[in-house]
């Protein structure tokens, strides 16, 4: 069978995940490379090998010239999200777009409708979905050792560690903290909840500290290829409360800058038979003839980057080939703006959205 040609739109940091991913998945040929700075996509064709003749600074004209590529991943910042992948849609390839779906549920439901009508696959870079922990905590669920899970508490806080560039640019990314690392743990815990949909939101955001790029010892996050001054137009720490249709509800906080000790990511589950947390092993905490033990898992089970995007894309690859089904589809991508835009609105207005 002929390998699956691949294209990349949008060459800065995190296609070299996809990138890498191709390369190392049997079925695929990286082959096409495209992003509007030309020297980017110029180094990285020479870094990866591909062709410069294969190489563009314009989606469209590639799309036009290379019908035969089959599939595309989208890694360009979030406002492009949606043009892009609508284009790569409308021309026949299958698409993986990175999280956030896109700036909004609106543009998010335009991919979606995209991707029906030209019967192809939408895939959304949710890449926690296919965790080692995450894996872990799915296998109880299916064996019920959470009972009901009924609520959770996930964080994503950074002390110091705003990006910078179009990361800090609300009109390129749609949005700070919640939009960018929020998104990775609210989808994360739904997809452990059985996919639920949302029905209420209620959500603060506070722009008190900005980028503090002048602050010493932070963590060092800085988007790759920025090319602009620092802008910061995005909130600083969000906070939200969600409540599904299954009565399931979720408080979620994300930051890029925040006056805590130290960074923390956590997800704690909350079920009528167990509980646990992710972070930095998976823990389950239970009764035992009526004591209370706390269960640990003999092999490692913290989140290893080791593999991970590799196995999204094998995922994405795979359901390509209908050898698998599709573990982050973009029906969850929608669900999953509906949610961000929900968190702002209810922030702007000071009361609950209701979603239906
Ligand atoms: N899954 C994850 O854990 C993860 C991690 C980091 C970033 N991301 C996501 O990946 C995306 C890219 O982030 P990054 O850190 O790689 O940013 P980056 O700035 O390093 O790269 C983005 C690239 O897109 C290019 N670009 C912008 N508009 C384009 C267009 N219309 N056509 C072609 N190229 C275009 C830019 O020139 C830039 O080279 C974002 O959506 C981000 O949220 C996901």
């Known amino acids: 069978m002929a390998k699956l040609k691949m294209a990349v739109i949008g060459t800065g940091g995190i296609s070299n995940e996809h990138i890498r991913g191709y390369i190392n998945n049997p079925d695929t040929e990286l082959y096409a ?39 595309v991943s989208v890694c360009t910042w979030n406002s492009a999200h949606a043009e892009c992948t609508i284009a790569a849609l409308n021309a026949g390839k299958h698409v993986i777009c990175e999280k956030p779906m896109a700036m909004n549920a609106e543009e998010a439901k335009q991919m979606l409708e995209a991707a029906k009508r030209n019967n192809k696959l939408l895939m959304i870079g949710f890449v926690r979905r296919h965790g080692n922990d995450c894996e872990v905590i799915r296998e ?20 110091n560690g705003n990006p910078g560039g179009w990361f800090g640019d609300k009109s390129r990314s749609g949005g700070g903290p919640l939009i960018d690392l929020g998104v990775h743990v609210i989808d994360l815990v739904r ?18 500290l900005f980028n503090r790029p002048n602050v010493y010892g932070g963590k060092a996050w800085k988007a790759a290829s920025t090319g602009v001054e620092d802008i910061c137009d995005v ?66 089970t913290a989140l290893s980057f080791d593999g991970l995007f590799q196995k999204e894309i094998d995922n994405y690859v795979d359901a390509i080939l209908g050898k698998a089904e599709c573990l982050a589809p973009a029906e969850d991508g929608v669900e999953m703006m509906k949610i961000l835009d929900a968190v702002y609105e209810s922030a702007r207005t000071g009361h609950e959205v209701v979603l239906n």
Do not use: H, W
Request: with cysteine; net charge negative.
């Open 191 to 208: 997809f452990i909840f059985g996919n639920p949909k949302p029905v209420s939101v209620y959500g603060v955001t506070f722009q008190k």
């Open 33 to 71: 490379f495209c992003d509007i700075n030309p020297e980017r996509v110029k180094a990285m064709a020479e870094q990866y090998g591909v062709p410069l003749e294969r190489t563009f600074t314009d989606k469209d004209e590639m799309l036009k010239a290379l019908p035969e590529i089959d599939a």
């Open 140 to 159: 109880n669920v299916d064996a019920g050792t959470f009972g009901e899970l009924y609520y959770a508490k996930a964080t994503y806080l950074r002390r």
């Open 235 to 300: 909130e600083d720490l969000a906070s939200a409360l969600i409540r599904f249709d299954n009565g399931a509800v979720l408080s979620v906080e994300a930051a890029f800058s925040l006056n805590i000790k130290k960074d923390e990511g956590n997800i704690e589950l909350f079920g009528t038979k167990a509980g646990a947390k992710l972070d930095p092993n998976v823990e389950i905490f239970t009764e035992l003839n009526n004591r209370m033990v706390n269960i640990g898992f003999a092999q490692e």
